[in-house]
C-alpha cells in the first residue's frame, strides 16, 4: 500500500484546510485509517482514525474542530479541519493500520501552518 497524502498549507486562525490521502491497492476496506501530526520538537501523535465502517476516534485537542471521513470507493481518507488554532501546526501524515497497535504504511506528510 502507497499512501499520498495532500491539502496542507498556511491559513489563518480559526481557518479550515482539508486534507486528502489516496492508497494504492485494492485492500483499501481492510485497513484503519489514521491521520497523524508531528509538531516541531514534539512526538507524533494521532489525530484521528477511522474503520471501513465508517467509526471514528478523535484526540480531545480536535474534537469537535475536526472530521475524518472515508470514501471507500476512492481508496481515500480526508480530515476536515476548522478552527485552526496555531497549535494545530505541524506535518500531518496519514497512515493505514492492518494489525494493532502499529500502523504498516505511511504517507509523506503534508505541513500545515496555522498562524496567530
Known amino acids: 500500500v502507497q499512501l499520498q497524502a495532500c491539502g496542507g498549507g498556511f491559513v489563518q486562525a480559526e481557518g479550515s484546510l482539508r486534507l486528502a490521502c489516496v492508497a494504492s491497492?485494492?485492500?483499501?476496506?481492510?485497513?484503519?485509517m489514521g491521520w497523524f501530526r508531528q509538531a516541531p520538537g514534539k512526538d507524533r501523535e494521532l489525530v484521528a482514525n477511522?474503520?471501513?465502517?465508517?467509526?471514528?476516534y478523535y484526540a480531545d485537542s480536535v474534537k469537535g474542530r475536526f472530521t475524518i471521513s472515508r470514501d471507500n470507493a476512492k481508496n481515500a481518507v480526508y480530515l476536515q479541519m476548522n478552527s485552526l488554532k496555531p497549535e494545530d501546526t505541524a506535518i500531518y501524515y496519514c497512515?493505514?493500520?492492518?494489525?494493532?497497535?502499529?500502523?504498516?504504511?505511511w504517507g509523506q506528510g503534508t505541513l500545515v501552518t496555522v498562524s496567530s
Open positions: 497512515a493505514a493500520q492492518r494489525n494493532r497497535p502499529s500502523y504498516d504504511y
Open positions: 491497492g485494492r485492500t483499501f476496506i481492510w485497513y484503519v
Open positions: 477511522i474503520i471501513s465502517g465508517g467509526n471514528a
